[in-house]
């Protein structure tokens, strides 16, 4: 799966409903952010709470840029939790943090502007 993070990409092909209520897309609470020396392109390693349902799950996110690791713990974002976990280096990431690129194609977290019960799904 080839993800792009060029604003200007086209869009994707029109899907059914179906489709889009196959992709999990959840809120967590960042519970600890950790350097990734290990990883190819600039990232950190993310333990998210995604409430009682899902639980605790790890992930890699390449949002150096914007992000120092003591602004991240506690801050609510966005993942996919239903793709097949994925080996990053010498880590398995577990869900997709999902972040939109600014003008220079760096990640910006996707969150939520309240606060929401962790675990609550995107409609």
Do not use: C, W
């Not at 059914?16 to 290990?38: C, H, K, M, S, Y």
Request: no cysteine; hydrophobic share 45%.
């Amino acid at each position: 799966m080839h993800i792009t993070h060029d604003a200007n990409a086209e869009t994707a092909p029109e899907i059914a409903f179906d489709q889009f209520l196959a992709v999990d897309i959840r809120v967590g609470t960042i519970l600890a952010a950790e350097p990734f020396p290990q990883a190819r392109k600039p990232a950190y390693k993310l333990t998210l709470d995604f409430g009682p349902t899902i639980g605790i799950k790890r992930s890699s996110a390449q949002i150096t840029e914007h992000y120092a690791l003591d602004d991240l713990p506690g801050r609510q974002v966005a993942a996919v939790v239903n793709f097949p976990p994925r080996q990053i280096g010498p880590m398995m990431s577990e869900v997709l943090t999902l972040g939109f690129p600014d003008a220079d194609g760096k990640v910006v977290l996707f969150s939520p502007t309240v606060p929401v019960p962790n675990g609550g799904r995107l409609f």
